[in-house]
């Protein structure tokens, strides 16, 4: 997949983390955050964590970080983007999606972001590939729901991507978004709990301004919007997605999906 590379960190979110004092009494369990850049940061998804009470234990499996051989003591686990793709042969690469199963077998919530929910979509014998006329989605793109009991609640309708690959719905899996793009599936459900998001909703208007403004020659692909775009999207969609991922994380980490 094409990812961003990000070069700083930003949110002050790096490294394992602990709730605010006041959080601690509730003495909820940690989230298993997997990053694949030295750098990067989980953003609003890590905010909201944080925010209601949850350390973040963060791995970067790709430098050495073991993976838990359980999710018992974590309320699940995200698996994020980045420079990689499902499809490469390094050894870290075929671990971590072989390890997806643990989350899957325990039936713990599970959310794979863009490169994690290719790794999730290849775990389960789904191709993973890119687009044929060598399209590429990067900047704010318009998805739609696909899923009527809408079990990741009200979608927003334009969403942040970075990506040149995408995911095609594994056996028993169910697509809960689409675009009318050269990447049709946007989103899936495999099973109670793991949820797979082509689309990057825990962007920050820190990471639009660095990733957009890092990699200009990923810019000129055919797809990309231009950098303009991305910065002035995100201050119309930005507040509309994190919104919505308020409210899905809210019922994610609770198992609380809508049923499939």
Known sequence: MLEARDTGADEGLSGTT????ASRIET???VLIVLHQRHSSPGHVGQWFQRNGHALDIRRHCYDDPLPKTLEHHCGAVIFGGPQSANDTDDFIKREIEWIGVALK???PFLGICLGAQMLAHHLGAKVDHCQGANVEIGY????CTDPAKALGALPEHVYQ???EGFEIPSGGKRLAASEGPFPNQAMRYGPAAIGLQ???EITYA????WSGANPTRLLMRGARERADHMSGHLVYGPIVHRWLDQFLTRWVKAALAPA
């Open 162 to 164: 970075w990506h040149r």
């Open 199 to 201: 689309f990057h909703p």
């Open 18 to 21: 602990r709730p605010c004092a």
């Open 106 to 108: 325990e039936e713990k």
């Open 141 to 144: 793109h318009r998805i739609r």
């Open 28 to 30: 909820k369990k940690p």
């Open 207 to 210: 990471q639009v301004n660095r």
